[in-house]
């Protein structure tokens, strides 16, 4: 049975940082590009970061130069550092796990920047 499950969200004043984990089980998971994905009320969900079985990262528009992903195939975890943080970037935040035809997502966590 595949599990992604995430930790880390959170309320954080704008400006703040939180740090965003999601550990999988049930995957050769370091053959797998993860990602974290967010979706906010009444919008699209959409990329934040990915990181390739390589190691390689890619990174959405709204968030370059103060996300950052990286991976520990060790510990079947991914992680997403969010600096400088904006009310904009309120939303759930979901972890992805993506080989093939294989996609898994996990429940969410919350992420609310608010003052």
């Known amino acids: 049975q595949v599990q992604l499950v995430e930790s880390g969200g959170g309320l954080v004043q704008p400006g703040g940082s939180l740090r965003l984990s999601c550990v999988a089980s049930?995957?050769?998971?370091?053959?797998?590009?993860m990602g974290w994905y967010r979706q906010a009320p009444g919008k699209q969900r959409e990329l934040v970061a990915g990181v390739s079985s390589g190691g390689r990262t890619n990174y959405g528009d709204s968030v370059k130069g103060r996300f950052t992903i990286s991976r520990d195939n060790a510990k079947n975890m991914v992680y997403l550092q969010m600096n400088s943080l904006k009310p904009e970037d309120t939303a759930v935040y979901y972890c992805?796990?993506?080989?093939?035809?294989?996609?898994?997502w996990g429940q969410g966590t919350q992420v609310t920047v608010s003052s």
């Open positions: 992805n796990a993506f080989w093939g035809r294989n996609d898994y």
């Open positions: 049930g995957i050769s998971f370091s053959i797998y590009a």
